[in-house]
């Protein structure tokens, strides 16, 4: 069954001072089926960003259809869960009270939210922090808390943007794995956005590869490796050959070739 289907996306942002308008995405079609883990790479200013607002229903599409579950929402908007780029935790919240304020949002009950969020501390490495501000985290805590109040939302279809962006690398390397642990145990529908093609292929079912500016999808690369998936699996011919196939035509796009 396919969760999340884009069909010939297009995005056309008008420009102010008589300039042309901004064509940033052209006929974007792909589709994730359920359960999949599926990547988006691509240059910088490609149109990534923006692609994940359209699909979490944040901004509209200036043509084209999302469907979720084979079907036209009359609105995407609380539909699927959406992780920007930043954290966003909040201050003056705490690591328990950054993680529910989702679900508090969602009409749940200060109390309950509590509870659900509890009971998932310890799988997503932030039992014994509930109590500690947003400033006393690490940069992966920040992050496991952002994912976190995500996974909390519910919702079947994850939207992530560059997740592990802001990490080191080894700490980077540490989150892929736990990210692969949770998405195994829960089996959601993930489309994740990062510039890493080494994180695209390890995570993924499958690679899509977008030009430059307007954003189209132009390869799509399958990764069929076997799971559950370890970091010793980066190093093999064959994970070596996958990369190169999603390095070849992100190369052609960052050199403005169509």
Not at 108 to 117: E, H, I, N, P, T
Request: some cysteine; charged content about 25%; glycine content about 10%.
């Amino acid at each position: 069954m396919t969760a999340l289907e884009a069909r010939g996306l297009a995005k056309t942002y008008a420009a102010a001072g008589g300039n042309a308008p901004l064509l940033a995405l052209f006929d974007v079609s792909l589709e994730l089926g359920a359960g999949e883990f599926v990547s988006l790479v691509g240059p910088s200013g490609a149109g990534k960003s923006t692609l994940l607002k359209i699909l979490a229903g944040l901004i509209s599409a200036s043509a084209g259809a999302v469907l979720l579950d084979g079907c036209a929402p009359d609105a995407l908007l609380g539909r699927v869960g959406y992780m920007p780029q930043d954290d966003l935790l909040m201050a003056w919240r705490t690591t328990l009270d950054n993680v529910t304020i989702g679900l508090e949002l969602a009409g749940v009950s200060r109390a309950q939210a509590r509870v659900r969020a509890r009971a998932e501390l310890p799988r997503f490495g932030l039992e014994g922090f509930e109590g500690h501000w947003p400033r006393a985290l690490s940069g992966g805590m920040r992050q496991r808390a952002a994912l976190l109040r995500t996974f909390l939302s519910g919702r079947d279809v994850l939207l992530l943007d560059e997740p592990l962006g802001a990490l080191d690398a080894l700490t980077r390397e540490e989150m892929r794995e736990w990210l692969l642990e949770v998405w195994e145990s829960d089996r959601k529908t993930i489309l994740l956005v990062t510039h890493d093609v080494e994180e695209a292929v390890f995570l993924s079912d499958r690679v899509y590869v977008m030009s430059g500016r307007p954003g189209h999808i132009r390869a799509t690369v399958d990764v069929p490796l076997p799971r559950p998936r370890a970091q010793e699996l980066t190093d093999t011919p064959e994970f070596i050959a996958l990369e190169q196939r999603v390095r070849a035509p992100l190369r052609q796009a960052r050199a403005g070739r169509a």
